[in-house]
Structure formats: structure tokens, C-alpha cells
């Protein structure tokens, strides 16, 4: 999954895709370099990130929906979104999937997931991105985020939406210390036994730089190394910036992981 967001203050490309053009132009990139699908998003859920007015949202995302639909048709298109305001508007402009960081805490998403026939990734997080980084905690991080996203994918089966339709996510970074993040993606095998794919998004995070000691530009091989650590522990796909060299480290890592099997 190729990150592609239309905002101006996102953590790591904020206001670089604004523009739908330029937005365009990354996708396909993107797409060309192996990406399976793009994740478009006009809210940076950073830590210390305000909320955004779906609004707001929609007039940076409508855009590049619109380019996406008509220069890059057949590559699916996710929206990443707490609003089913802009998810509805995303489906309607040809999104197949919905990416809810808030795992579906608007009333009307669920339902309308359900309803369209779309498939949604739901993450977990402790907390609002405003304050979500201040003093996380947890007395069993894997058992609690598990738990979390059972419950959310029983709510979503609830609302009409089929298993088959649903991703998990441990939401790395999101109400998170390191050592929080390094659990998660170490203990991902609980999470991958609910039985849906897990997507882990750990691309240029805080977690890479407190690993690494990098500064975000520059966390490239701190970010494929984690990735396929989550690979290795179960993890189905990977939300990332760059897309070309996650590709190739998959494919020489599954290749091999393979033909021991
Ligand atoms: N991380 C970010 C945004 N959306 N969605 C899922 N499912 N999982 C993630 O880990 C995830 C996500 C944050 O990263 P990014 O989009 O690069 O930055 P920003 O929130 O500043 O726009």
C-alpha cells in the first residue's frame, strides 16, 4: 500500500501531493514500482495533529480522487479517513476500501462500509492524535490491542459488513511507546489469529528514528527492516512512502522465507 497524502502537514510528504497533478504523478509511480493499492488521505493523524473538518477533508481529497479515477484506472484506491462524510464521497468517486484509523468510531461507517460493499481496515489507537503521544499506557499492550480490534471487527460484522471484507491494524505509533511498537510488531501473531490480513504501517514513524537514531528523511532501511520484521510475524501488507525498495526487500524476503518451507 503507497501512501499518498493530500495534506499539507503530514508527518513525512505534507504538501508535496496538494495538487492533483503532482498527486497523480506520484500514484503512478507508485503503482509502477509494485504498489497494490494507494491509500489517499487529507488528514495528518500525526501525534500532536488537530482534527480536521470533513470539509476540509474532502476539498483536499475530491481532487485527487477524481485525477486517480481517470488517469490511473485499475488500481485500487483506499481512503484513509475517520469521517464516513469523505468516505461516502471517496466510494462514490471509485474508492474500493476504507482506511478508518478510529476502526469505525463515526456511527454512520460501519454502516455504510456495509452498505457499499466496500472493505475497511480497522486500527487501533489509544486516544486522539492531539495528545495521543503523551503518556501512553498499557498493562498488556498485545493483549489489549488484540482485544480491541475483536471487538471492532465484531462491531463491523455487526453493522452487515462481511469478515471477508475486513483488514486489521495494531496502529503502530498511534498511543505508542517504543517499547509498545517493538511488542506489537514482535507479538503481531495474536492479532493475525483473528483470522483477517493485518496491514502494519511503520514507514518513517518515531519508532524507526528510536530504533535507528534517524531523522525522518532518513529512515528508509530503518523502515524496510521493521516492515519485514511485521512480514515475518504474519503481516499481509505494508503501508509505506517508498515503494520501489519495499518491494524488492518483499520480494528476496518471501522468496527465500518460501522455498525453506
Ligand atoms: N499511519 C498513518 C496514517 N494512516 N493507516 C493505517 N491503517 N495504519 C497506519 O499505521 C497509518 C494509517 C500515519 O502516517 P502518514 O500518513 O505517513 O502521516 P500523517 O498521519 O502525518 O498524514
Do not use: W
Not at 89 to 103: E, T
Request: aromatic share 2%; with cysteine; charged share 20%.
Amino acid at each position: 500500500m503507497g501512501i499518498l497524502n493530500a495534506t499539507p502537514d503530514s508527518f513525512s510528504d505534507g504538501g508535496l501531493h496538494l495538487d492533483a497533478r503532482a498527486a497523480l504523478g506520484r500514484a503512478r509511480t507508485m503503482a509502477a514500482e509494485g504498489a497494490a493499492i494507494v491509500d489517499v488521505g487529507g488528514e495528518s493523524t500525526r501525534p500532536g495533529a488537530a482534527p480536521v473538518h470533513p470539509d476540509e477533508e474532502i476539498r483536499r481529497v475530491a481532487p485527487v480522487l477524481d485525477a486517480l479515477r481517470t488517469g490511473l484506472p485499475g488500481v485500487p484506491v483506499s481512503i484513509d479517513t475517520r469521517h464516513a462524510a469523505v468516505a461516502r464521497m471517496a466510494l462514490d468517486a471509485g474508492a474500493v476500501l476504507v482506511n478508518d484509523v478510529s476502526a469505525g468510531a463515526d456511527p454512520e461507517m460501519l454502516p455504510l462500509v456495509a452498505e457499499r460493499g466496500a472493505g475497511v481496515c480497522l486500527m487501533h489507537m489509544q486516544g486522539e492524535p492531539a495528545t495521543m503521544q503523551d503518556r501512553p499506557r498499557y498493562a498488556d499492550v498485545v493483549r489489549e490491542v488484540t482485544d480491541f480490534l475483536e471487538a471492532r471487527m465484531r462491531a463491523a460484522v455487526d453493522a452487515g459488513v462481511p469478515e471477508q471484507a475486513i483488514i486489521l491494524d495494531p496502529g503502530i505509533g498511534f498511543g505508542k511507546a517504543p517499547e509498545h511498537n517493538v511488542a506489537l510488531l514482535a507479538g503481531l501473531g495474536a492479532i493475525v489469529a483473528l483470522g483477517r490480513p493485518v496491514l502494519v504501517g511503520v514507514s518513517r514513524k518515531g519508532i524507526i528514528g528510536a530504533l535507528t537514531g534517524r531523522a525522518t528523511g532518513d529512515r528508509r532501511a530503518g523502515s524496510i527492516g521493521a516492515g519485514l520484521a511485521a512480514v515475518q510475524s504474519g503481516a499481509a501488507v505494508l503501508r509505506v512512502h517508498d515503494v520501489a525498495d519495499t518491494v524488492d526487500a518483499m520480494r528476496a524476503f518471501t522468496r527465500i522465507r518460501g522455498s525453506g518451507e
